[in-house]
């Protein structure tokens, strides 16, 4: 399978978000763009400790996200890969772009909790 920005469904253009996925069988991938700064945590309230618990897979290639946890923080740069473990906060600077892969099904967990806190946020 394969799939570029041009070709993958956009699920989200919001709030200077831009979010194109697919599945590719067990897996979840996306092309994510932050025009603007964003602090993911509020919108994981209600997972395991209030942390995403979905692992992900990935590569930066504009921008930067710190990456914390319960005992520590990292720093994701243009032109690393990474990993990230389940438990953890994203806060992604503004002009960031990144592709990134997940488990289908602890991704659409994980999910179901976002959409509970953004429908929330909306209100």
Known sequence: MRGSKVDME???DEGGIV???AVW????????TFREAF???PFHKGCPDDRCQC????YVLKG???ITYPDH???IRAGDAYYLPPGHHAFYEAGTEAVEF????AFKETMEVVQRNFEAMRS
Do not use: C, K, L, Y
Not at 102 to 105: D, R
């Open 19 to 21: 979010i194109q996925e």
């Open 102 to 105: 997940s488990p289908n099904e």
């Open 55 to 58: 692992p992900h897979w990935g």
């Open 73 to 75: 923080e990292e720093v």
């Open 64 to 66: 930067q996200v710190r």
């Open 39 to 41: 602090d993911a945590t």
């Open 25 to 32: 069988g067990d897996m979840h991938v996306s092309f994510e």
């Open 10 to 12: 956009t699920s989200i």
